[in-house]
């Protein structure tokens, strides 16, 4: 995503503030504009139809100097910024159909949160259920990382790649969000921009977290909004839209689901910031859901669901902002309750995969090291004797020997053959990880993910020590 602010301006008379025209299959505004052919001596019009409405008319200066080259891209021309609607008395009742849905998928939610058995499970592999979620919520934006990558990248951050990177902080801003959340208190641009700082600590893109855009920016198309796909709403209406946002995230008079969804539609059209906005916008889901205290323990992984169904999701999207909010709340109800029975699915498979490591182990005692480390694999699947004693709280040896013997049934694989910092993975689970991962990567109703899935783990990568 470009920003008008990216590219080098000339003086012009008019107020430039520029962003592009929506030429999605999905218009979303109606969109006039000259380009003017300086050779030819005349002017061609062109007229795109979208709604709702004409949008907030703006003006992109010609002869601004273009990457992409080209004559057109050096031109002039007018093009329609979304023109924001706020959502702070959006009525609370829904249709009869809806209303289904959205209990459907509140019931969902409570049931995986609220199963004993499957709470303490889901509880354990937290960590690991919330990296797969940020691993599909990155996919989305075009960050691509295996499940493997990003353990490794959470053991030594340091010894990472861009992408990596990327995830991790993806991570941070769902683990800000859920921290949030956890405190009972409403939402503030203060909190959304401190979710948005903590996606891009430690990235080259440090700079701009939590900075509120202070020029247009455009989905899509190239360093002009020229063939953009969606145009967010002008600066100038982002910090009342964003204050607008809060209070309605603030009220308790109307679904859960539904309030998480058009917070989130609601963001993604506001597009307050230069970039990450997707990824943050995917993170409120996780806070308003933990805030109404309808998923005190586990969010279901919506994200991947969304990126399985992305045509459903942007149609979704394009729905809401033509204040069609049922169809779009619909939507994202479905894809709750399809998330929350992949979540008891995956719960399911990572029980019996530890079931398989105690036999595996030979029944370890349950207070022995052993066995407590069986416990940990899924949240922390790389691991070196360090780690083990700081989250076990046990000595060297009895670190080492839980180690040794995990690794001599097969159950822990070393990845860094050397004498010292040695560093060991789980063996299983992240093939586990990657089949569930491409089983809801394929959309409903079909037999082949949509969108790239890991690869089938085969063989343990080798990651400098610490």
Not at 129 to 143: C, D, K, P, Q, T
Not at 157 to 176: F, I, K, Q
Request: include cysteine.
């Amino acid at each position: 995503m470009r920003t008008a602010a990216d590219l080098p301006t000339r003086p012009f008379t008019d107020r430039i503030l520029g962003v592009a025209t929506n030429l999605s299959k999905v218009s979303v505004l109606t969109l006039d504009y000259a380009e003017v052919k300086p050779r030819m001596a005349r002017t061609t019009k062109r007229t795109y139809r979208a709604v709702p409405g004409s949008g907030v008319r703006r003006i992109w200066a010609g002869g601004q100097p273009s990457l992409s080259g080209g004559r057109l891209a050096r031109q002039g021309f007018v093009y329609y910024a979304f023109d924001g609607w706020p959502i702070r008395d959006l009525a609370r009742s829904f249709s009869a159909e809806l209303a289904q849905e959205l209990t459907e998928a509140e019931n969902e939610v409570r049931r995986l949160n609220d199963d004993p058995p499957r709470t303490q499970l889901l509880e354990a592999v937290a960590r690991q259920l919330l990296r797969s979620e940020a691993v599909a919520s990155s996919r989305i934006e075009g960050f691509e990382l295996s499940h493997r990558k990003l353990a490794e990248a959470a053991f030594d951050p340091e010894d990472t790649s861009l992408n990596a990177r990327a995830v991790l902080g993806n991570v941070r801003a769902m683990d800000e969000a859920i921290r949030f959340a956890s405190e009972q208190l409403d939402l503030t641009v203060t909190e959304i921009r401190t979710i948005h700082r903590r996606l891009f600590e430690g990235t080259r893109d440090a700079a701009i977290g939590g900075v509120i855009r202070n020029s247009q920016n455009w989905i899509g198309g190239r360093d002009d909004p020229w063939g953009a796909r969606f145009i967010p709403v002008p600066e100038d209406q982002v910090t009342r839209l964003l204050d607008d946002l809060c209070r309605f995230a603030a009220r308790d008079d109307l679904s859960a689901i539904a309030q998480a969804a058009v917070v989130h539609a609601q963001f993604e059209t506001i597009h307050p910031f230069s970039d990450g906005n997707g990824r943050v916008g995917r993170s409120l889901i996780h806070l308003v859901l933990r805030r109404r205290g309808l998923a005190p323990y586990y969010v279901p992984p919506v994200s991947l669901i969304l990126a399985a169904n992305y045509e459903e999701y942007e149609r979704g999207l394009t729905t809401f902002r033509e204040e069609q909010v049922e169809e779009w709340c619909g939507i994202f109800a479905r894809a709750v309750t399809i998330a929350c029975r992949g979540a008891g699915e995956l719960a399911t498979r990572i029980e019996e995969l530890k079931a398989r490591w105690r036999e595996q182990a030979g029944s370890p005692r349950a207070d022995s090291a052993a066995a407590k480390l069986i416990d940990l694999l899924p949240v922390q699947p790389v691991l070196d004797m360090r780690t083990v004693q700081d989250a076990l709280d046990v000595s060297d040896e009895a670190a080492r020997l839980g180690i040794a013997r995990l690794e001599s049934a097969g159950i822990l694989s070393e990845i860094t053959k050397r004498k010292r910092g040695r560093a060991w993975e789980s063996v299983g689970l992240f093939a586990l990880l990657d089949s569930f991962e491409r089983l809801v990567a394929t959309p409903t109703g079909g037999s082949t993910p949509m969108r790239r899935a890991p690869r089938p783990t085969r063989r343990p990568s080798k990651i400098a020590a610490r």
